[in-house]
């Protein structure tokens, strides 16, 4: 492929499906901004993002001029912005967005499912990421079974190692799915992650789904996440559960 091309898509605007003033916690301990993109590339069945995974191309994209404008008139009062998805590094203009809001002088904070571990690489190495949270889906030998679809399992495990052997803060987040995800394969995923800085145990949150099957799925209660917190904390300097 041509230099010049490349360049051009990478000169591509950042589609954003939804913008987020404030949140309160998408970004641990700071107050920040939440951009949220559309597409994705996996299929988790119980992910209640049907419009952003199946319907992106209906959505009318909310223009990068007015996330930065709203960013640049609330410098002092955020902390940070929150790039989540959909998948945001399937986006060839991730990195010339955050350059932007880099330069406004924001942290960032990137949600990603690690299947792009390029993209990862030179977003790190160009220092226009603070945070990443990475999404562990499963199990190793689980990933396809779980997130139902094509998916490079080794290239996940780049975007591991490189957060364990990167400069950049991160985290690793398990969603704790009745009927997917039980306390054996939260035991094998922080075997797989042994030393790994920080283990989030997510709560899982139903709605509609991708499949109807999962719409009446009853989370975990806070007393079973606590149970599989004191199984898989002892391979971690820090482990929290969120809800
Ligand atoms: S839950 Fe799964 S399908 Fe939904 S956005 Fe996240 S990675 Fe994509």
Redesign the pocket.
């Known amino acids: 492929m041509g230099r010049r091309r490349r360049h051009g898509r990478e000169r591509q605007p950042l589609p954003i499906a939804r913008y987020q003033r404030l949140s309160l916690r998408d970004y641990p301990g700071r107050l920040c901004a939440k951009a949220v993109v559309p597409g ?1 590339n ?3 069945p119980y ?1 209640t ?1 049907t419009d ?2 199946l319907d992106h191309q209906r959505i009318e994209p909310i223009l990068e001029r007015e996330v930065l404008d709203h960013l640049y008139r609330v410098r002092g009062y955020l902390d940070g912005l929150c790039v989540g ?3 945001p590094t399937l986006h060839n203009g991730l990195l010339l967005f955050l350059y932007k809001v880099k330069a406004l002088g924001y942290r960032v904070k990137l949600d990603t ?1 690690g299947s792009r571990p390029k993209r990862l690489r030179k977003l790190m190495g160009e220092k226009v990421v603070d945070y990443v949270s990475l ?1 562990i889906k499963a199990p190793l030998d689980r990933y396809h079974e779980v ?1 139902r679809a094509k998916v490079d399992v080794d290239a996940v495990w780049e975007s591991v190692r490189l957060l364990r052997r990167g400069h950049v803060d991160y985290e690793f987040r398990a969603t704790a799915v009745p009927r997917l995800i039980d306390s054996r394969d939260l035991e094998e995923i922080a075997q797989t992650l042994v030393g790994s800085k920080r283990f989030v145990i997510q709560q899982y949150r139903p709605g509609k789904s991708l499949c109807t099957e999962f719409e009446g799925v009853e989370p975990y209660s806070e007393a079973k996440l606590e149970e599989f917190k004191v199984k898989v904390e002892p391979y971690f300097p820090e482990c929290e559960i969120r809800v």
């Open positions: 994705c996996f299929r988790c992910c993002k952003l995974v998805g959909g998948e499912n999404d997130v």
